[in-house]
């Protein structure tokens, strides 16, 4: 673990990667501090201020109804983590059992759960979670159920693999000969061995996560206003290009630097770890 | 041959089971949607009974096996209901929508094969150089944002501030084409028109390049690594002692065992890319699917919804048995085995 962190630090490009993610997560949680405008993450309206290119104290600009740019990408990026982190931490657990159970116990248990992840990974991953958020209200609960909907499939494959290479391995075949029960196999031997594996997808994941969330409320269908959101920000300012650019530039590099970042430290991790799948 | 035709056929019947199993899944989320789809579809100014007979026409007082039995059964007559939207059967409306989604995504698809392998081929015959750095920064970037904000950032880049291409939109107004098929491409030969095809090639780079960067950063860097393990097999080693230049060696011998693993990515990204087709329609203006989706959907318009998703799933599993079944061409252990499975 100490090793790792210590590769991490030691590569320029995974340097750059947890500059950028610690970036990220720290304006995410104080944001209530570093944000010149707190308040205008709400419904603030500031008409005489509206449509400003950048300039102090607005130094991304201000947006149609005059609220600062810069601190609404703040409170986004705070909207955006929550969201990584409950839809991982739900979607996560699910895929690793059904993998898990999937890949060791077998017959047809093992051919039910992985028809059932098909059908999941057979519907365009945004398309799944559009329909999902169609029926349903546009809520950030709402978007979440949707996009762990759809996540938990990926993780149930990945895992899904990796135990059947596993299971044929000389330490499951001996904790079998001494009888030691299927819980305990799947849990206690053969998890383990998936951990690495897992936590780099999870890695790339967040910013994936990101990705999706923000394609949702670009489109409309996700956060809705006047919660500050990356994506209905780049949506709302793309009919006003070329002219107000800063409506759409800074939303956009935002999402761009944050997925980025998270890119970078996962592309290292699946190095380090040598879990390429 | 034989063993092609059963891999197509073991293909096939999955894919089969698999588009079942997502009828099932996308018409059970179409039904548990909370509230009454009748009145919402209709409108809090719709009298009770008018909600009765819209109730009536989509069977809502049956159980929902019931109704998916009906559904089935329209299914294979080729019925998707009505939109409610629209007003005209589902499929009149996919039929319009979704050529322009096609050629859009088929575009993005060439460009992902075409310029996503020759990037991994060169990053790995120069691996550690900067050309390798490059593509690996390139291609780290390109999955690092949804497509919408490259579509974005090329637009304003590429018909804004260097006004090289159009803004939006499939082809100039000033052509008028008949609509044979619905593919632009296809509808200007037929019409005999070349200089509305290039315009209508002309419209379709930015988005369709927007639509292809996270998928060509991917094929690069698959590309990459897979040949970077083949360097290192003897038969590489010997190819360079009998002397073959270098640009050989990585086009023929490198390239080819890795050509497999990244067909099978770019299977799978095409579904990514029917999805992000949405995105990329958006901000072009493209007059795809994107806008019919988004609407429905923001309607309630189940049967719309349900027939939209069925379609791009459709789409999505019949690119990969192509894959496959090109995958089973080009790899000799498949052609040539005679063994059953």
């Given amino acids: 673990m100490r090793r790792t962190l210590a590769i991490l630090v030691g590569n320029p490009l995974s340097l750059l990667g947890l500059f950028l993610v610690g970036i990220v997560i720290f304006s995410a949680v104080f944001a209530d501090f570093i944000a010149p405008f707190p308040e205008h993450r709400g419904a603030v309206v500031d008409f005489a201020n509206f449509n400003q290119p950048p300039a102090w104290p607005n130094i991304f600009g201000t947006d149609l109804v005059g609220r600062d740019l810069f601190s609404r990408i703040l409170y986004a990026y705070r909207i955006s983590l929550v969201l990584g982190v409950v839809v991982l931490s739900i979607a996560t657990p699910i895929g690793v059992i059904v993998g898990l159970v999937a890949g060791y116990v077998g017959g047809k248990t093992e051919y039910v759960l992985m028809r059932i992840t098909d059908v999941f990974l057979s519907i365009p991953p945004l398309v799944l979670a559009m329909a999902i958020m169609g029926v349903l209200e546009p809520t950030l609960t709402n978007g979440m159920l949707a996009v762990t909907s759809m996540w938990w499939p990926w993780y149930a494959r990945l895992v899904y693999n990796l135990t059947r290479s596993e299971k044929e391995e000389g330490y499951v075949l001996a904790a079998e000969v001494i009888g030691a029960s299927r819980a305990y196999i799947i849990f206690r031997e053969i998890l383990p061995n998936c951990v690495p594996a897992i936590i780099t997808k999870m890695t790339l994941d967040f910013g994936f996560v990101i990705i999706i969330a923000s394609s949702l409320s670009f489109l409309g269908l996700g956060v809705q206003p006047p919660t500050p959101d990356l994506g209905s920000m780049v949506a709302g300012g793309a009919s006003y290009l070329p002219d107000s650019w800063w409506l759409t530039l800074f939303p956009a590099l935002a999402i761009l630097i944050a997925v980025f970042g998270f890119n970078l430290i996962g592309d290292a991790l699946r190095e380090i770890l040598g879990a390429d799948q | ?341």
């Fill in chain 2, 1 to 341: 041959m034989t063993s092609l035709v059963r891999v197509l056929l073991s293909r096939l019947l999955t894919s089969f089971i698999v588009l079942i199993g997502v009828s099932m899944l996308i018409f059970f989320i179409a039904r548990v949607i909370p509230g009454d789809p009748a009145r919402i579809a209709l409108g809090p100014n719709a009298s009770p009974e008018q909600v009765l007979v819209l109730r009536e026409a989509l069977r809502l007082d049956e159980s929902i096996i019931v109704q998916y039995g009906y559904f089935i059964a329209d299914l294979a007559r080729g019925d998707l209901g009505i939109s409610l939207y629209t007003n005209r059967p589902v499929t009149t409306d996919i039929a319009q929508f979704l050529p322009a989604t096609l050629e859009l995504v088929f575009v993005a698809g060439l460009m992902m094969i075409f310029i996503g392998l020759p990037l991994g081929i060169l990053a790995a015959r120069y691996r550690g150089r900067w050309i390798d750095h490059t593509v690996r920064l390139i291609s780290l970037l390109g999955v690092s944002a949804p497509s919408f904000v490259w579509a974005v950032i090329l637009m304003m880049t590429f018909a804004f501030i260097l006004p090289v291409f159009p803004i939006a939109g499939r082809i100039s107004d000033s052509y008028t084409i008949p609509v044979a098929s619905g593919f632009l491409f296809i509808d200007t030969l037929l019409a005999g028109n070349l200089r509305a095809f290039a315009n209508a090639g002309w419209h379709i780079i930015l988005p369709a390049f927007a639509l292809a960067l996270s998928g060509i950063g991917q094929a690069a860097r698959l590309t990459r690594a897979n040949m970077v393990e083949t360097y290192d097999k003897p038969y590489i080693e010997m190819a360079r002692s009998y002397g073959f230049p270098e640009k050989r060696i990585a086009n023929r011998y490198a390239f080819r065992p890795s050509l497999i693993p990244s067909l099978t990515i770019i299977g799978l990204d095409f579904a990514a890319m029917l999805g992000n087709a949405f995105l990329v329609e958006a901000v072009f203006a493209w007059p795809g699917l994107s806008r019919y989706g988004v609407a429905v959907i923001l309607r309630k318009d189940l049967n719309a919804i349900v027939g939209t998703v069925l379609i791009i799933s459709a789409a999505f599993l019949i690119v990969n048995i192509i894959v496959d079944v090109l995958i089973a061409i080009i790899n000799p252990r498949i052609r040539h085995s005679q063994r059953p499975k």
